[in-house]
């Protein structure tokens, strides 16, 4: 069974946001960072990392992505300020 994360993505401060989930984080985010990934991401810059949760299965992640995309605006940017008040890229702490 793989362990999963949601995450959620900025290109500036209260910009773009973009939710994802993916097994391998850091992975993950390097390959955004990278334009490695087309579409959405890469159109509008989004790759500065935010706020993330890790879980013990992807079912899980999955189900908390869905969560939170179905929220407003202003709840994910709420989410991100819990522990991210200055919307610091939290990409090198995951390393």
């Not at 390097?30 to 334009?35: D, E, L, R, V």
């Not at 949760?53 to 819990?82: C, G, P, V």
């Amino acid at each position: 069974m793989k362990q999963g994360y949601i995450y959620i993505l900025f290109n500036k401060p209260n910009g773009t946001l973009y939710i994802g989930v993916t097994s391998d984080l850091a992975q993950r985010i390097y390959q955004h960072k990278h334009k490695h990934i087309q579409g959405f991401t890469q159109k509008y810059g989004v790759d500065k990392l935010g706020y993330y949760e890790m879980f013990d299965t992807m079912e899980s992640a999955i189900t908390r992505e869905k969560q939170l995309k179905a929220r407003k605006r202003q709840a994910k940017i709420d989410l991100i300020e819990s522990i991210n008040p200055t919307w610091k890229d939290l990409y090198e702490d995951i390393l």
